[in-house]
């Protein structure tokens, strides 16, 4: 064994590689057979020229306010095929559920009544916007693109952890990395019948177009960005030109008598679908954010008349509410008639009788998570919090005991991480990307794999240091297996790091409005 696995130990959670030393799995055999024979500095070299890929393409990601290039790792994560399709049917089952709660929850609540859902968990939740109550779709569909983050637990086993239904982001680190990883380790691919993700913008577009507002054959479709200052412009970027539709910001936009138009060098166009990219209280300074100065006043209001579609739709968040998470396998039994093919991680809801006082005792061996958190934010793992913090925490959580969930600690699963020069087992979670067009619900093979770093860390979040890796779903044997392109695009980003300055205190609104957003919907 060359000296790559020298040192490597299993961890405590479940090792994605191997069974036990020496012994990959099954799905990681040839990427194992291939790693072997590299020596240390040969797979440094190629890491390194990863960094510098990411560096010119201007892939980065704002942390703590200082632009870097996304830490991609240069050993991918692999996913079997059968491991993937369970996968698949668990996602799609989520969105179905969530689709029918959010159209009820804005609709008739019949859920509310039936007592599914306690009707203060809606009540209280910062996200539930009573302005969306009663927007229909055109296509029933609410939530076109989503991000269900799993992990797998000490035996294996896929859960969710979050829904993300709002604004996810991550997929063009996706795109990018498949780019990446094809250059720099082509014998892999070689040997590897890896699933494309080169299709995500033609689905997203098919299921934008399949949004559009009733007698519309042939819509306009524009992504709608806060602007050059927010951290995932580079996604903003990258999707509208993989789609070929325009990157429009607020300003770019205007609403007269209901109807949406995009101002252009021969005119105004109409536009009928945005895929926006901005929260929804800086999205209409008219019903929410009056100083918004990055949305577009009136679009609420066309919205509601069918003559524009936003994507994803307004007032989705209510269903990222971790609190409302704990109730998704209880949504899937009311509203399919199914069992949840993904399990949760076993949560406590805080805000229930007697729970607080089980739960209090032993804050040092839970993860507590503020329920409208988002990019890490605010999550205190028990185990690694000093005394001081989890007395700040217990304070929090008994001032406001709706404000929080608590969650077993998961030993997330583990996969070989170039750490230096040697490999060093990480953990890491993974975020399905899936679209739905109103009659399918598409997941794209693999998602965003997210590495925590440091060693022993369990949050992977990028905004709080964390990376990435290529995430392979290899090929059932039936599957066809099309080509897929071995470099970077040519094309540079559309603003590149260095243009990008500083935000100083004499930024204008619109800047600060954008930074504002930077790890709301991070990934």
């Known amino acids: 064994m060359a000296d790559l696995f020298e040192e490597y130990r ?78 698949e049917l668990g996602v799609a089952q989520r969105i179905r559920a969530l689709e029918a709660f959010l159209a009820d929850v804005y609709g008739a609540g019949q859920v509310l009544a039936d007592g599914v859902v306690p009707r203060r968990i809606i009540a209280t939740s910062a996200h539930f916007l009573r302005a969306a109550a ?47 990883m094809a250059q720099v380790l082509p014998e892999v691919f070689a040997a590897t019948r890896v699933l494309p993700v080169e299709s995500y913008p033609a689905m997203l577009l098919r299921a934008l177009r399949a949004a559009a507002p009733v007698g519309v054959s042939d819509p306009t ?17 990258l999707i509208a030109r993989e789609m070929g539709v325009e990157l429009v910001e607020g300003r770019d936009l205007v609403c007269v008598g209901n109807d949406v138009a995009m101002r252009t060098t021969a005119g105004e166009q109409r536009v009928d679908v945005i895929y926006r990219r901005i929260d929804d209280d800086f999205l209409d300074p008219v019903h929410f954010r009056a100083d918004s100065v990055i949305g577009v006043a009136g679009l609420l209001n066309a919205a509601r008349a069918g003559r524009v579609t936003i994507a ?135 998602g965003l794999t997210r590495v925590a770093l440091p060693e022993g860390a369990l949050v992977v979040n990028s905004s709080q240091g964390g990376g990435s890796k290529d995430t392979w779903v290899l090929a059932a044997d039936d599957d066809v297996v099309p080509f897929e392109v071995p470099h970077l695009p040519a094309t540079p980003a559309p603003l590149p790091v260095a243009a990008r300055p500083d935000l100083g205190p004499g930024a204008s609104g619109a800047e600060q409005q954008q930074q504002q957003q930077q790890g709301r919907f991070s990934c």
Do not use: C
């Not at 010119?56 to 942390?63: C, P, S, Y």
């Not at 934010?377 to 925490?393: C, R």
């Open 312 to 446: 994803n739709a307004v007032g989705n968040g209510v269903a990222d509410d971790k609190l409302l998470y704990t109730y998704v396998p209880d949504l899937i039994r009311y509203y399919l008639n199914e069992e949840p093919l993904l399990p949760n991680v076993d949560t406590y809801r805080l805000d229930e009788p007697g729970v607080l006082d089980h739960v209090l005792p032993k804050l040092d061996q839970l993860v507590l998570k503020p329920v409208d958190g988002a990019g890490g934010a605010g999550i205190v793992i028990g185990s690694q919090a000093s005394s001081g913090e989890l007395n700040d925490v217990r304070e929090k959580i008994l001032e406001n005991p709706r404000g929080w969930i608590a969650q077993r600690e998961v030993k997330l699963s583990m996969v070989p991480t170039l750490i230096g020069n040697r490999l060093r087992g990480r953990h890491v979670d993974l975020r399905p990307f899936a679209v739905n067009d109103g009659e399918k619900i598409w997941v794209l093979p693999g």
């Open 221 to 237: 479709v524009v992504v709608l960005s806060p602007g050059v200052y927010n951290s995932a412009y580079f996604e903003h970027a």
């Open 10 to 87: 299993l961890g405590p959670g479940w090792d994605e590689m191997f069974s036990e030393l020496g012994m990959p799995r099954e799905s990681y055999e040839a990427l194992h057979a291939t790693l072997q024979p590299l020596s240390s500095s040969e797979l440094g070299v190629r890491a390194e020229v990863l960094a510098r890929a990411f560096l010119d393409q201007g892939i980065t990601f704002a942390l703590k306010g200082v632009e870097r290039p996304f830490p991609l790792d240069i050993v991918p994560r692999v996913i079997a095929a059968a491991e993937w399709r369970s996968v």
């Open 134 to 180: 009663g927007i229909n779709p055109p296509n029933g569909v609410r939530i076109h693109v989503a991000g269900v983050d799993l992990i797998r637990d000490e035996q294996g086993t896929f859960r969710v952890l979050e829904d993300n239904v709002r604004i996810p982001s991550g997929v063009s680190y996706v795109m990018e990395n498949r780019r990446a």
